[in-house]
């Protein structure tokens, strides 16, 4: 069982440039969520999606598009790079609404936008 | 809103000493609480959760009480080795919630 994983670990880009984070999970779980993280901020919620087929806005969705591929997988996308983006991105996903409510986190994604 | 304030950081102990990392919360309802441990360089691994109160949560030798009274679920552990230096989030979701609402994290550094 690998988990959540996340590609890439590492990614430069510059200012303008396009790129699509990508995650997959092998637990079965039907929610899948997308997470920044900025120093002393914790982490904020970029998208999220309940189930295959349905995606939703969280905290701080500008700038960023979101396909659930299918119950697996769920990728990020960035359409235009900005420097407010250079941050870490955390791929997460859990059972379900009504069950366990327990997130499982990947490694993450270390992004910087020049 | 939902919202989690934990202690401010960084923290630094020595080897053997005792730790509590506070954590207090709002929420609306009956959340569960969980903690979440951050490695140097690694993603968010679950420490420990309760789910009602006066529910405790145990794991590595690190506890904490979900306390519906004081609405807090403070970390603690009896005697911190140098392993467990990281960044430790309290954080909290609703039953029927898709969002998990963090704090800002603590980092803890112990030394030798």
């Known amino acids: 069982n690998a988990g959540v994983t996340q590609t890439p670990k590492f990614q430069v880009l510059k200012t303008g440039q396009s790129m699509t984070l990508q995650c997959a999970q092998d637990?079965?779980?039907?929610?899948m969520y997308w997470y920044r993280q900025d120093p002393g901020m914790g982490l904020r919620l970029i998208y999220y999606?309940?189930?295959?087929?349905?995606?939703d806005k969280g905290e701080v969705p500008n700038g960023y598009n979101v396909s659930r591929l299918n119950k697996r997988e769920f990728s990020l996308r960035l359409e235009s790079a900005a420097p407010s983006q250079t941050s870490v991105y955390f791929c997460?996903?859990?059972?379900?609404?009504?069950?366990?409510?327990?997130?499982?986190f990947g490694p993450g994604t270390r992004l910087t936008v020049l | 809103g939902n919202s989690v304030t934990q202690m401010e950081g960084p923290v630094t102990l020595s080897e053997e000493a005792f730790l509590t990392i506070n954590c207090t919360y709002t929420a609306t309802g009956y959340p569960s609480l969980f903690w979440y441990v951050q490695y140097p360089g690694e993603g968010l691994q679950l420490l420990l959760k309760?789910?009602?109160?006066?529910d405790k949560g145990s794991n590595k030798g690190f506890e904490a009480t979900y306390r519906k009274e004081t609405t807090s679920f403070h970390l603690e552990k009896g005697s911190v080795q140098v392993s467990d230096s990281a960044v430790y989030f309290c954080a909290l979701t609703n039953f029927g919630n898709e969002k998990l609402t963090f704090g800002t994290g603590t980092r803890l550094t112990i030394i030798p």
């Open positions: 309760a789910t009602k109160a006066d």
């Open positions: 999606s309940a189930s295959e087929g349905t995606t």
């Open positions: 637990m079965n779980h039907n929610s």
């Open positions: 997460a996903s859990r059972l379900g609404a009504g069950s366990d409510v327990t997130q499982y």
